[in-house]
T-cell receptor, first 115, second 113 residues
Framework: AQSVTQLGSHVSVSEGALVLLRCNYS??????LFWYVQYPNQGLQLLLK??????LVKGINGFEAEFKKSETSFHLTKPSAHMSDAAEYFC?????????????FGKGTTLSVSS | DAGITQSPRHKVTETGTPVTLRCHQT?????MYWYRQDPGHGLRLIHY???????DKGEVSDGYSVSRSKTEDFLLTLESATSSQTSVYFC????????????FGSGTQLSVL
């Protein structure tokens, strides 16, 4: 069964600083991996996804993530944080061979951005 | 986002009463999911559906049942609500393949007193 672990439930950065949110996955075969963002009192929206094309995936709002099979990681980065990036971020995994398989989410990382 | 509507948006109920949450979609997506979101736990899957009248359990299905009598509606029922079921419930849909993104509703805040 697939699972994801997000390291750090809360990350704080200054505006303009690098954002790094960590995600490690567990899967017997390379899975599909996703990052979602949730702004206060809203549903989740997709930031980016890895589906085995390029290992470096670019998403919306300047975020990107790199799939590293050797490290079973899919960390999310952004070179320069903006106040509007403050939100909760979820890493998620989905199996490849089961069309109905639900996404399994990590516990989330809250990103705070200070001025 | 996609046409996914959850109702009600907020509900307060008493312990022991049955509660039904509704998810309605206008996208004709095949797959539908119910998640609950709790602080420190992220989103946990309750039940999901892979077609009309085809449903399966998720990791936290105890105390919940679901029904899908038509493509557009997926109902979540709390048979006898307990305080531990106080949570935010999200419905999500997906067109088909596992590499496609989920589309989320706006959530239902349920408080069981």
């Amino acid at each position: 069964a697939q699972s994801v672990t997000q390291l750090g439930s809360h990350v704080s950065v200054s505006e303009g600083a690098l954002v790094l949110l960590r995600c490690n996955y567990s899967s017997s075969v390379p899975p599909y991996l996703f990052w979602y963002v949730q702004y206060p009192n809203q549903g989740l929206q997709l930031l980016l996804k890895y589906t085995s094309a390029a290992t470096l995936v670019k998403g919306i709002n300047g975020f990107e993530a790199e799939f590293k099979k050797s490290e079973t990681s899919f960390h999310l980065t952004k070179p320069s944080a903006h106040m509007s990036d403050a939100a909760e971020y979820f890493c998620a995994v989905s199996g490849r061979n089961q069309a109905g398989t639900a996404l399994i989410f990590g516990k989330g990382t809250t990103l705070s951005v200070s001025s | 986002d996609a046409g996914i509507t959850q109702s009600p948006r907020h509900k307060v109920t008493e312990t022991g009463t049955p509660v039904t949450l509704r998810c309605h979609q206008t996208e004709n997506h095949r797959y539908m999911y119910w998640y609950r979101q709790d602080p420190g736990h992220g989103l946990r899957l309750i039940h999901y559906s892979y077609g009309v009248k085809d449903t399966d359990k998720g990791e936290v299905s105890d105390g919940y049942s679901v029904s899908r009598s038509k493509t557009e509606d997926f109902l979540l029922t709390l048979e006898s609500a307990t305080s531990s079921q106080t949570s935010v419930y999200f419905c999500a849909t997906r067109p088909g393949q596992p590499n496609e993104k989920l589309f989320f509703g706006s959530g239902t805040q349920l408080s069981v007193l």
